[in-house]
């Protein structure tokens, strides 16, 4: 392929829309759509394999400075939602309360830094593993950044009076949970001297991302489509999306026996894992597809998605005839489409191809292109 990432974008997945407030917004005409989706939804979970079309709407404001004003960010997301009626695709967008990497480890003591024009940003606190384990961290929902997430998703749920689906926010696994909390440096040295601390901390912050979940469903309700946050979701399915970039900095194995089982443990209570992680996690493949109860796994599988994206498309065939939902994001026109899929997709295959297509009619094109060569 000729075509590589552009660095020039601020989010080569975003697409520009234009804001709907909520009394100009056709609920009615969204609940249907999104409810005739969800049944293809329901249907392709059940199955063992096959194929569904995505057409995520993203929007750029949102996961960036956007996302400090929860009036202009329903407002955004709205917008999206009613775009993306026109793209043709089995999976419907949702709600998303996005509130910025770093929302479990302000339980230890830091709040958001929010710079004008920027995403929100936390720096760590502590200088050692001892330091984090000796601070006795709030309840997530008691911190300012807490607060604020379940302000927006009862302001979003009110708005909408739960008839749009709503994901939890944005929740990183632990391992992602530790630049934030002190310098990483250390932490690769204590997952070789001090493993038993690391494992300590994890659980830690596992059961801080449990509780939280809990009062986030408390709000949502029945209206929640899972697995969440960066994922093709559905109120049909099952599972927990987790933000796991930080696996490929350390090997498969100490993934395994270190990270995977605060993951595993969080994920439990909302039907299982799923996994995460940008960049090129080819080699982790074998690791991922070893967690207990997992759903789904998310990779970028194109250069213009990802300037580090999975090169050898071949090592993922082993999700076939597993069951597990390869969540497969691709940028790129349809000629991009066909290269990545004619080398990804194997008989046994489960996936959701995510497409970013520019026009309704190049997504009806995707979509039947999609069809026919997953089959």
Same mark, same amino acid.
């Given at each position: 392929m000729a075509?590589?990432?552009? &660095? #020039?974008?601020?989010?080569?997945?975003?697409?520009?829309?234009?804001? !709907?407030?909520?009394?100009?917004?056709?609920?009615?005409?969204?609940?249907?759509?999104?409810?005739?989706? &969800? #049944?293809?939804?329901?249907?392709?979970?059940?199955?063992?394999?096959? !194929?569904?079309?995505?057409?995520?709407?993203?929007?750029?404001?949102?996961?960036?400075?956007?996302?400090?004003?929860?009036k202009h960010s329903l407002e955004l997301q709205l917008g999206a939602l009613e775009k993306s009626m026109l793209f043709k695709a089995d999976v419907p967008n949702f709600l998303e309360p996005w509130y910025g990497i770093g929302t479990i480890a302000s339980a230890f003591g830091g709040d958001y830094i929010w710079l004008e024009g920027q995403a929100p940003a936390l720096k760590s606190r502590f200088n050692s593993i001892d330091e984090v384990l000796a601070y006795e961290p709030t309840e997530v929902a008691l911190t300012n950044i807490g607060r604020h997430t379940l302000n927006m998703i009862e302001y979003f749920m009110e708005q909408t009076k739960g008839r749009i689906p709503i994901s939890l926010t944005d929740t990183q696994s632990p391992l992602n949970m530790i630049g934030h909390l002190y310098p990483l440096d250390q932490f690769f040295m204590d997952t070789m001297m001090e493993p038993e601390k690391v494992l300590q901390l994890f659980d830690r912050l596992a059961d801080l991302s449990i509780n939280f979940n809990k009062e986030q469903l408390k709000l949502i309700g029945s209206a929640l489509a899972s697995p969440g946050h960066g994922f093709a979701s559905s109120t049909a399915w099952k599972g927990l999306g987790m933000s796991d970039d930080n696996a490929i900095m350390i090997s498969p194995d100490q993934y395994l026996e270190m990270a995977a089982p605060s993951v595993e443990k969080i994920c439990a209570p909302l039907g299982g894992p799923v996994f995460h992680s940008c960049g090129d996690w080819a080699g982790w493949v074998d690791a991922v597809l070893q967690m207990k109860g997992l759903k789904m796994a998310d990779g970028a599988f194109s250069p213009q998605t990802d300037p580090g994206a999975n090169v050898n498309l071949e090592a993922f065939h082993q999700f076939a005839n597993t069951g597990v939902v390869l969540n497969t994001r691709i940028v790129g026109d349809l000629e991009t489409v066909r290269e990545q899929l004619t080398r990804l997709w194997v008989t046994g295959m489960k996936m959701v191809v995510v497409t970013y297509c520019e026009t309704p009619a190049e997504q009806e094109d995707a979509y039947h292109l999609i069809h026919e060569l997953c089959q």
């Open positions: 075509k590589q990432f552009d &660095n #020039k974008l601020a989010d080569s997945q975003a697409t520009k829309v234009l804001p !709907v407030k909520p009394e100009n917004f056709d609920f009615d005409k969204y609940e249907a759509y999104a409810s005739d989706l &969800n #049944k293809t939804c329901a249907r392709f979970w059940q199955q063992k394999s096959g !194929v569904a079309v995505y057409r995520r709407m993203r929007v750029a404001e949102c996961f960036s400075f956007g996302c400090h004003d929860m």
